[in-house]
């Protein structure tokens, strides 16, 4: 066997990966920001990005196979300069969890955050028609939630597999109980949790589903290689196989930070997805890489943005978790 195909079988599953120091030690990061505001906030995250770049071998690894692909990072660069952006793209990931905890105690401006909606998604939201929101670890989705909060005409279902980060959704939930609300955890999407969708899109509620990392299970039956940043990246089906079930409008939504302003974008994708079984393969891979292809765009408008720090190119083995 290959060194790579190695490394590519002991990869470890993103949801495997223990929960990171730097969202349980948000409590303190969060007084400092209290006591000295964002630009102390900052200057303490410097060391602390540093150490976990120092210390995550997985995570450091990642971020440079990513930063390579996205062009940030050139694959000849000196090791000093690979360190410092490791440790960039680290603390821009520290930066945003601030900003989820702003989000939620009203201590984020979101008036000011810029809105890019498409005029099909308005006029479902005005009719009470929903639909499904593909999103990806890429920005900061918590601000659409708390946005979503004070808009009640708008009803999210948000699928989530929250127990890697379970600290920090638990600062979350004492700073705000309101940041619980609307969430499903799921690990599989099975038959109960269909029917459960199906009755919310019915009612005129979104679902969200993030697109971009693979089933928990790991197996790669539920995933499709598809073009992503240069190389074919293992992509999970069951989102596109929900949507196609629910017979329903396909959104792209994304939430980025560019010079300090948050721009929600809304544009929608597929009115409907019609998956006859003897053409699944091929329309997983249509719409598949139309999905690939926006989680691109916006990692190379914001490339520190996109948030996956374990080998997201090299598929885990079957049956690992």
């Known amino acids: 066997m290959s060194r790579a195909a190695d490394e590519a079988a002991r990869a470890p599953h993103w949801a495997s990966l223990r929960e990171a120091g730097l969202s349980a030690g948000l409590w303190f990061l969060y ?18 990005a540093f150490y976990f770049a120092l210390t995550r071998k997985v995570a450091r690894r ?9 062009g940030v990072l050139a694959h000849d660069a000196p090791l000093a300069t690979r360190w410092w952006q490791v440790t960039r793209h680290i603390e821009r990931f520290a930066d945003a969890l601030l900003d989820k905890v702003l989000a939620w105690t009203g201590a984020l401006d979101l008036a000011s955050a810029r809105l890019d909606i498409d005029p099909h998604f308005e006029a479902a939201v005005a009719a009470g028609r929903g639909g499904v929101l593909v999103v990806a ?13 004070r808009l009640p005409t708008l009803r999210l279902k948000i699928l989530v597999h929250t127990l890697h980060a379970q600290r920090f959704n638990r600062l979350l939930k004492r700073l705000n109980p309101a940041s619980a ?9 099975d038959a109960v949790a269909a029917a459960e969708l199906s009755h919310c899109v019915s009612s005129g509620e979104f679902v969200v589903i993030a697109a971009d990392r693979i089933p ?18 293992p992509l999970p089906v069951g989102p596109w196989v929900l949507a196609a079930a629910l017979g329903c409008p396909v959104y792209w939504l994304s939430c980025l930070k560019h010079e300090g302003c948050y721009t929600l974008q809304c544009e929608l994708l597929f009115d ?14 249509r719409v598949m890489t139309v999905y690939a292809q926006r989680l691109e765009e916006a990692c190379r408008a914001v490339p520190y943005a996109w ?15």
């Open 181 to 189: 609300a609307n969430l499903l955890q799921v690990t599989e999407l």
């Open 272 to 285: 409907r997805i019609e998956m006859r079984r003897t053409q699944r393969t091929s329309v997983l891979l």
């Open 307 to 321: 948030f996956n720090f374990y080998p997201f190119w090299a598929a885990p083995a079957a049956g690992r978790a």
């Open 216 to 233: 928990v299970s790991g197996q790669r039956a539920h995933t499709l290689d598809v073009p992503f940043l240069g190389r074919p990246a």
């Open 137 to 149: 670890h890429c920005g900061n989705l918590e601000v659409l939630r708390a946005l979503a909060v």
């Open 31 to 48: 007084g400092v920001y209290r006591c000295g505001g964002r630009w102390l906030y900052h200057l303490m995250l410097w060391p602390v």
């Open 62 to 70: 990642a971020s440079v196979d990513y930063l390579e692909r996205v």
